[in-house]
C-alpha cells in the first residue's frame, strides 16, 4: 500500500492575488460618498440662497396686495381718495419693525362704468322703500416697493360696492 503524502501550507505562505483589492474598494466607496455628501451639502446651500433672494419680492407682493384689501376697506366708507402707506418687516425682538419698510402706493379708484341696478332690492328692504339700489365697480392700482432690494410688485384690482342708494336720502341726519 502506497501512502500519499499530503503537504500543508500555511495560508500566509498561498499565493495571493487580490492582496489590495478590499482596500481599493473601500477608498472608491469613501471617494464616492465625499463627492455625493459635497454634491447634496451644495444643492442646500444654492436652495437657501435662491429662498434668500425670493424672500423680498414675495414681502413686496404682499405689501401691494395689503394696499388693495385696505383701498377696499376704505371703498366701504366711500373713501376712493389715493393714499400711502410703509409695510414694516416685524421680525425683529418683541415683534418689533426691523429694517426698511415696504413703501405702498394706492392710486385713487376709479369708476369702470355707470351703476348697475341691482334688481329686486329697494331701500328700505323692501319695507316701503321705492329707490333702487345700485352696484358701484371701481379699479385702483397698488405699488408696492423696496428700495433697498429694487423689489417692485403692482397690483390691478376690480373691486364693487353695493348695493346702495345712489344718493344719500335727505331724512338722514
Do not use: C
Not at 477608498?27 to 433672494?53: C, E, N, P
Not at 426698511?100 to 341696478?117: A, D, Y
Amino acid at each position: 500500500m502506497q501512502h500519499s503524502k499530503v503537504e500543508f501550507v500555511h495560508p500566509a505562505e498561498q499565493p495571493r492575488h487580490e492582496r489590495g483589492a478590499a482596500l481599493f474598494v473601500a477608498l472608491a466607496l469613501i471617494i464616492l460618498l465625499t463627492f455625493l455628501g459635497l454634491g447634496l451639502l451644495t444643492r442646500s446651500f444654492m436652495a437657501s440662497r435662491i429662498a434668500g433672494l425670493e424672500r423680498w419680492p414675495a414681502m413686496t407682493f404682499y405689501a401691494a396686495d395689503s394696499g388693495i384689501n385696505a383701498a377696499r376697506a376704505r371703498l366701504r366708507v366711500r373713501r376712493v381718495d389715493g393714499f400711502n402707506m410703509t409695510v414694516q418687516d416685524m421680525r425683529g425682538p418683541d415683534g418689533t419693525a426691523t429694517g426698511q419698510g415696504i413703501g405702498v402706493n394706492v392710486s385713487p379708484l376709479t369708476m369702470t362704468g355707470p351703476p348697475r341696478p341691482d334688481i329686486g332690492s329697494q331701500g328700505g328692504g323692501g319695507q316701503g322703500g321705492s329707490d333702487p339700489l345700485y352696484v358701484v365697480f371701481y379699479q385702483g392700482n397698488s405699488d408696492g416697493l423696496h428700495t433697498a432690494t429694487q423689489s417692485h410688485r403692482n397690483i390691478t384690482a376690480t373691486m364693487s360696492i353695493g348695493p346702495i342708494p345712489l344718493a344719500v336720502p335727505e331724512d338722514i341726519p
